[in-house]
């Protein structure tokens, strides 16, 4: 009996390692559905079918874009070969 109850005591302190977050649970910074296209990386942007009812903007590496936020906006950002480098929102 001894025994069993030393080895609940031992296993206490690594209850607390187990992970807080619920399976599945949505991103919350992920607020124009990014990680549905996120097997889009490392595509060339011009291989890939996106739909015409999400607004999307599709920018090369280091241009300059507008600094307004729309958190619906999908943003893809390609190299200067068109080949989808990251998505993000805003």
């Excluded at 619920?22 to 942007?45: F, K, M």
């Excluded at 996106?50 to 619906?72: C, N, S």
């Amino acid at each position: 009996m001894k025994y069993f109850a030393l080895m609940a005591l031992a296993a206490l302190p690594l209850s607390a390692c187990i992970a807080d977050e619920t399976p599945g649970a949505a991103d919350p910074t992920d607020t124009c559905g990014r990680t549905g296209y996120s097997s889009l990386v490392g595509s060339n942007i011009a291989a890939v079918s996106l739909p015409a009812d999400k607004t999307i903007r599709v920018l090369e590496e280091g241009q300059p874009a507008t600094m307004d936020y729309l958190e619906q906006r999908l943003n893809i950002e390609t190299d200067e070969d068109g080949i989808i480098l990251r998505l993000y929102c805003g």
